[in-house]
């Protein structure tokens, strides 16, 4: 099987985004105030909530960079950018528990700098040892995520009227079958469809806590029940336009409804 | 973000591409409102950033279904991966066997010699114990006024240390009732990191008369949080009280090499 290239980012279709020039990051502050509550080392093991919240944020901010600097450095194997997020991240996680690599009185732009280094260092560390699959440029095994993105909605504008309404009427007929399902049930079936998770990382998720195979049978029912209640409203499935995600995502997630579990259905 | 003609809502107010750092935030819920109803509304007109969003939150997940890395595992990070992680998978052979050796070493030590095994030296911050049914018998007599309480007290029994200071901040109580609420509201704020806010609650609860295994396990949270919240004259003093101490806490306190 060909190994899977991500050429990441935005490279190719449009320049590379710069920030909005009066908007500055927030989850460099959120770092340093998760790094801040670490109890000194040698003390006691920090709470795992803790650390699990600081890991996941130095990871997401180790891989944007990864997939920033990976456009002007080559492209490079998506297991690769993953292997090399998670070695940095915990290779900082465990330096900020060691009270090694402190966060205290630095500016939120200084931290964000930091961790756009150490992942441009990986990189560069990677072509150093002449890893193998280390290419020069861009490939054309698998496209960008923005670039496949135009690719398959080709145009001058991102979003054609057409396809506009047509992604929105789906997007409320999806919601409005979704929200037929039970919280834990949706969110197995949101994770599987929009995430591609296995029926094993669902299980292993801490909003699920469920054996695989019992996964697999609510994801069965749920699979059904859509697609039923689809066909209720015109469509199928298979209709479902690129698109339609963050919708979805609005829908049962921002502002942490899906995440407490309390959105009023029953489990 | 970053401006793009191509990209505009179709009111017409251009919209602005996501990036990196922005998903990020939108992802873990650190924007405002209004940004991140921005953030939203573009995501709804530009498939582009919708996609990148989607693998974003996608990796996110993925993340989360993993257990944290223990980082005080070997030093070495391939080693301190949870098991079935795919840093190892596809690395030399050499490097493989030599990792398959290190761990056929760690089992070969854990099988025979067992009496080698020594407790961490640095353990989490335990759970204070369950108040046990009398007490949760005697809150409920107190009336509605103590209905947060043995919800606060539910939660913390369930290992929700959030939930639990949400509720027991908000409960109300007094006489002994009062003690038991300020001990395990201090417990779960330090179980949260908030050292400082712990400090405040146990510093004249964690007495002397608090009966054990409360007592000492009050006064262990009160070190950490006396520790780690920069208090370290205090904490000091209290670490030299606890290292006299009979039982599991005083052993912990022995334990901890002077600082």
């Known amino acids: 099987m060909a190994d899977r290239i991500v050429q990441p980012g935005f490279a190719g279709g449009r320049p590379p985004p710069a920030a909005e020039p009066d908007r500055l990051p927030r989850w460099p502050a959120r770092l340093q105030e998760l790094c801040a509550r670490l109890p000194p080392p040698g003390i006691?093991?920090?709470?795992?909530?803790?650390?699990?919240?600081?890991?996941?944020?130095?990871?997401?901010?180790?891989?944007?960079?990864?997939?920033?600097?990976a456009i002007h450095l080559g492209a490079v194997p998506?297991?690769?950018?993953?292997?090399?997020?998670?070695?940095?991240?915990?290779?900082?996680?465990?330096?900020?528990?060691?009270?090694?690599?402190?966060?205290?009185?630095?500016?939120?732009?200084?931290?964000?700098?930091?961790l756009s280094r150490a992942a441009r260092n990986g990189l560069l560390d990677l072509r150093r040892r002449g890893h193998r699959r280390f290419t020069a440029g861009p490939t054309d095994e698998e496209e960008a995520p923005w670039d496949r993105s135009v690719a398959q909605n080709p145009g001058p504008g991102a979003d054609a009227p057409d396809t506009g309404v047509e992604r929105r009427e789906f997007a409320r007929a999806l919601r409005t079958c979704a929200e037929r399902l039970n919280a834990r049930d949706r969110r197995i079936w949101f994770f599987r469809t929009f995430y591609e998770m296995s029926s094993k990382e669902i299980a292993a998720h801490p909003e699920v806590g469920l054996k695989a195979g019992h996964v697999d049978v609510l994801l069965q029912r749920c699979r059904q029940a859509i697609r039923t209640c689809l066909a209720g409203h015109g469509y199928a499935p298979g209709d479902m336009p690129r698109g339609v995600f963050g919708a979805l995502w609005r829908a049962f997630h921002a502002g942490g409804r899906e995440a407490d579990g309390r959105d009023g259905h029953d489990d | 973000m970053t401006t793009d003609a191509r990209c505009k809502r179709e009111d017409g107010v251009p919209g602005f591409h996501?990036?990196?750092?922005?998903?990020?935030?939108?992802?873990?819920?650190?924007?405002?409102?209004?940004?991140?109803?921005?953030?939203?509304?573009?995501?709804?007109?530009?498939?582009?950033?919708?996609?990148?969003?989607?693998?974003?939150?996608?990796?996110?997940?993925?993340l989360r279904a993993r257990p944290v890395p223990d980082a005080a595992a070997l030093p070495g990070t391939a080693a301190a991966m949870p098991r079935g992680w795919r840093v190892v998978i596809g690395r030399p052979v050499i490097q493989r066997l030599a990792t398959g050796l290190v761990a056929a070493s760690v089992a070969l030590l854990l099988l025979i010699g067992p009496g080698v095994r020594r407790a961490p030296l640095v353990q989490p911050l335990p759970w204070l114990p369950e108040i046990g049914h009398s007490i949760q018998a005697r809150s409920s007599l107190a009336?509605?006024?103590?209905?947060?309480?043995?919800?606060?007290?539910?939660?913390?029994?369930?290992?929700?240390?959030?939930?639990?200071?949400?509720?027991?901040?908000?409960?109300?109580?007094?006489?002994?009732?009062?003690?038991?609420?300020?001990?395990?509201?201090?417990?779960?704020l330090a179980l949260e990191g908030r050292y400082e806010e712990s400090v405040e609650v146990l510093r004249d609860t964690a007495t002397p008369d608090l009966p054990d295994p409360w007592g000492s396990e009050v006064r262990w949270t009160l070190f950490v949080a006396l520790r780690s919240a920069g208090y370290t004259a205090d904490a000091d003093s209290l670490w030299r009280v606890l290292r006299g101490e009979p039982g599991e806490v005083g052993e912990r306190a022995r334990r901890l090499a002077p600082y």
């Open chain 2, 143 to 188: 009336g509605a006024a103590s209905v947060e309480l043995s919800a606060g007290l539910d939660a913390y029994a369930a290992h929700d240390a959030g939930g639990a200071v949400r509720l027991l901040r908000r409960a109300q109580a007094s006489g002994s009732l009062e003690t038991v609420r300020k001990i395990y509201l201090g417990s779960a």
């Open chain 1, 78 to 114: 998506a297991e690769d950018l993953e292997d090399l997020a998670a070695e940095k991240s915990l290779d900082l996680l465990r330096r900020c528990e060691q009270g090694t690599w402190s966060l205290e009185g630095r500016e939120p732009g200084e931290i964000a700098v930091y």
């Open chain 2, 18 to 62: 996501l990036d990196e750092d922005l998903c990020l935030d939108l992802l873990h819920g650190l924007l405002d409102a209004d940004a991140r109803e921005r953030a939203l509304d573009h995501l709804a007109a530009c498939p582009a950033c919708d996609r990148l969003f989607q693998l974003r939150a996608a990796a996110r997940e993925r």
């Open chain 1, 44 to 69: 006691c093991a920090p709470p795992d909530a803790l650390r699990g919240e600081i890991w996941l944020l130095l990871h997401s901010a180790l891989s944007g960079y990864l997939h920033r600097h």
